[in-house]
């Protein structure tokens, strides 16, 4: 900007400049910075209007074109706003962390080991379909208060301590603090028992402490 004219300037040299025209300069400076450094496409605050004007929505003033929107979010005010919102999201996000309810915890049982339950196995046979079973009575007489016998049946290649062979399964029975035990059982389809509640069945006696199971093969 040429200010040699002006009053005041020594011939030869730039003039002074008025504070008009040093604020024009200033802004252009600002917005030339601004283009370099900011992306209009991911601005959040940025927001076009039905009139073709833009307003920033963090200090809702308006401006004509994205030049002076520009060298609007590198001015004091933009700047300022920008510090207050980023100190007040994080004072928000540290409070919602301190007020958040801790997740309950859950104290796993632990139980000394006392050795393995007494247990009775008798096959059986259905009289009419002839259909061959087997009936478990295990006694735990030691079993922890409020504790249940838990029994799963597994496939000889989900366990682990002897080689796998298809032709058997395995009845395992969980009861704290006794060892689990398993029994390996022939690999047949049994008898659910939805098809037949009277041969395929279990059940805990609480007083006797003591828990039998029973099921047929198809």
């Not at 730039?14 to 496409?41: F, H, M, P, Q």
């Not at 409020?146 to 366990?159: D, T």
């Not at 032709?167 to 395992?172: D, I, M, P, T």
């Not at 279990?202 to 402490?209: I, L, P, R, T």
Request: with cysteine; glycine share 6%; aromatic share 8%.
């Amino acid at each position: 900007m040429d200010y040699q004219n002006r009053a005041g300037a020594n011939k030869g040299s730039g003039g002074v400049a008025g504070a008009s025209e040093t604020a024009v300069d200033r802004r252009e400076r600002l917005r030339k910075l601004a283009l370099e450094t900011i992306d209009l496409a991911k601005d959040p605050y940025i927001l076009r209007t039905h009139l073709g004007t833009l307003e920033c929505r963090l200090c809702l003033t308006l401006h004509v074109n994205e030049g002076s929107y520009l060298a609007h979010t590198q001015g004091k005010k933009h700047q300022t706003n920008l510090a207050r919102r980023a100190a007040k999201d994080n004072k928000e996000a540290t409070l919602m962390i301190t007020q958040a309810p801790s997740a309950p915890t859950v104290r796993k049982k632990v139980f000394v080991k006392i050795g393995r339950p007494g247990y009775k196995i008798i096959k059986i046979r259905e009289p009419i379909s002839q259909r061959m079973g087997l009936l478990f009575t295990v006694s735990l007489p030691e079993i922890k208060s409020g504790e249940k016998p838990r029994r799963r049946f597994m496939s000889a290649f989900e366990q682990r301590r002897e080689v796998p062979n298809r032709a058997f399964q395995y009845l395992v029975l969980a009861a704290e603090p006794y060892e689990t035990i398993s029994f390996a059982i022939p690999s047949k389809e049994m008898v659910e028992e939805e098809e037949d509640v009277d041969s395929t069945w279990e059940h805990w006696d609480a007083d006797e402490k003591v828990y039998s199971c029973q099921f047929l093969f198809k």
